[in-house]
């Protein structure tokens, strides 16, 4: 109880002090309320210029982007400012979260918890809604069950990927922008249907490291459409095992990456 | 210690204009070894730029492939490709995202040592930026550009002005976005704080500049009001479509043209909001 009461207390200081600058608030919360419109509106525009990408139509692109922006904006709104972490490192901030009597991650979000994020994941959701009705799914129970799971699993996966990302300053402070090749690179690789890319790029992004799960292959299984690259029908339903082995290996990295934290000195 | 007022000296009264190059130059120099400095950060950048181009060059090339003609927007396959590779690299040379150090400095009240240095601040930020622009023409460009030329089939220009007038484009895309950089920071002498109008540059630039999609993939009348209305285009859809030779000849020259337009209009109204600035600047303290 007592520990919860001391995150409820991290969160609720966090939130006041971005609530006290209220201007710069609701600037915050337009500019990424614009920023997510856009990101729809990007996918809108490409297909304005062509027939089909990769053989899927707009309706179906928009499903695909519309799963994986959900996924992706509610592991942005709850973890995603642990890319800061190269910062705390840095600064030394991080020997000030070690020494308290609380686990370092849960403290490390509950400090920095981008309230402004929130409407993102609602536009998210929103779009997918739209994408759902465009594309006429033929519900059955394990696609109702896919549609709720994706999303989440999609959510536990990117947030994976920002630890094992943010890990990397514990070996490398210097490590700069790397992260995002793999936060919001992931990101912009599941926003198109896998057979847009090709060669070797394809097999790391999509199977080696599990992007092509979020939502390419959950699109497929709710459109009820074969995969043109050859897995089966059921392998739209892996997300969720994807994301546990992600997590898993997210939980891992941390603990070395913590172990290995020697604190930058003075 | 007799002759000193607080008047700023002025440098060598009698060779105004060499002194004035060479002082630009040293400061230039300067903004090329600052960044010179940050070599990790260099590697990591350019390492996510490359990540980027593939996944942009990709997305673009499937979009050819379905579109009607194989011509979206005009660009062929290679145009497409080379648009994203060069784009890649160019987007650090003009610095498209993240520079507050102006509003930071105002926030801080160290604002006020830019003031008393003999140089005019807008030129004490122009120069160490067109450093910056030069180191990362080297280092920040040529690597994304190296590795889409070796996995991707790149277009190579045809006229033989092309590259010249690329080069020019690119300076006077370094020359606008600091002028627009300089304005958005500046808002932080009235606001405090900044963060808002940057968070909003940030999100504009990348995709009103062509950075997201070719801005020739909009209806006509809106590429065309973008680029007359907005300096954005200016910052790297220009320098590409002069590359990439999008245009016939005498559009590529006129829209190089306007980039000049807009970049002198910028750094002329970055000019005056200094000057309104510094009649209600307050320097904190001592």
Excluded at chain 1, 17 to 35: M, Q
Excluded at chain 1, 132 to 138: D, G, S, T
Excluded at chain 2, 84 to 108: F, K, P, Y
Excluded at chain 2, 258 to 263: C, D, G, P, T, Y
Aim: net charge positive; glycine share 10%.
């Amino acid at each position: 109880m007592g520990e919860l009461r001391a995150y409820a207390a991290l969160f609720s200081g966090q939130f006041r002090s971005v609530a006290s600058y209220r201007a710069s608030f609701v600037a915050d919360l337009v500019t990424n309320l614009f920023g997510t419109v856009l990101d729809v509106l990007a996918v809108l525009v490409l297909f304005r210029a062509t027939r089909s990408v990769a053989g899927f139509t707009l309706a179906q692109g928009l499903l695909v982007v519309s799963l994986s922006s959900c996924g992706f904006a509610l592991a942005d709104l709850t973890v995603g400012n642990i890319d800061r972490l190269k910062t705390y490192v840095r600064t030394g901030t991080m020997d000030a979260v070690l020494v308290r009597p609380l686990a370092a991650l849960p403290q490390l979000v509950l400090m920095d918890l981008p309230v402004r994020k929130a409407l993102r994941a609602v536009v998210a959701v929103s779009v997918l809604v739209v994408a759902l009705r465009l594309n006429h799914v033929e519900w059955t129970p394990g696609r109702a069950l896919l549609v709720v799971s994706a999303p989440l699993a999609g959510a536990v996966f990117f947030g994976a990927i920002f630890v094992i990302s943010a890990s990397l300053a514990f070996w490398w402070v210097e490590s700069g922008e790397i992260g995002h090749a793999f936060t919001y690179g992931g990101r912009d690789f599941t926003a198109y249907p896998t057979p847009v890319y090709s060669g070797w790029f394809r097999g790391l992004f999509a199977y080696a490291m599990g992007f092509g799960f979020v939502a390419y292959q959950p699109a497929l299984a709710l459109l009820g459409r074969a995969d043109p690259l050859g897995l089966p029908a059921w392998a739209g339903f892996l997300s969720p095992l994807v994301a546990l082995v992600a997590a898993g290996i997210a939980a891992v990295v941390w603990r070395t990456g913590i172990r290995h934290y020697r604190s930058t000195g003075s | 210690m007799d002759g000193l007022d607080a008047r700023v000296p002025v440098i060598s009264p009698r060779r105004p204009f060499r002194d004035w190059v060479s002082t630009f130059g040293a400061l230039s120099w300067s903004g090329f070894r600052r960044y010179a400095t940050y070599r990790q950060a260099t590697i990591a950048g350019s390492f996510t730029n490359t990540v980027f181009g593939f996944l942009r060059c990709y997305v673009l090339l499937a979009v050819a492939a379905g579109a009607a003609g194989g011509r979206p927007g005009g660009y062929g396959a290679e145009q497409l490709a080379s648009f994203v590779w060069v784009g890649q690299g160019l987007l650090t040379v003009v610095s498209l995202w993240g520079w507050t150090e102006l509003a930071d400095r105002i926030r801080s009240g160290d604002v006020a040592a830019d003031l008393l240095r003999p140089v005019p601040p807008i030129v004490g930020y122009l120069a160490p930026d067109l450093g910056r622009a030069g180191h990362a023409m080297i280092f920040r460009f040529l690597p994304p550009l190296a590795v889409g030329a070796l996995f991707f089939d790149l277009y190579a220009p045809s006229r033989w002005f092309t590259v010249p007038l690329f080069a020019l484009s690119i300076v006077l895309a370094v020359v606008a976005s600091l002028g627009l950089r300089f304005l958005v920071n500046a808002t932080a002498y009235w606001l405090h704080d900044a963060r808002g109008p940057i968070a909003l540059w940030t999100l504009s630039a990348g995709v009103l500049a062509g950075l997201y999609f070719p801005l020739r993939f909009l209806p006509d009348w809106l590429a065309v009001l973008l680029w007359v209305a907005t300096p954005f285009p200016g910052l790297l859809q220009t320098p590409l479509d002069v590359l990439v030779e999008r245009d016939p000849a005498p559009v590529q020259l006129g829209l190089v043209a306007l980039q000049a337009v807009w970049a002198t209009a910028l750094i002329t109204a970055a000019v005056f909001v200094q000057r309104r600035a510094e009649r209600r600047l307050v320097a904190q303290g001592g």
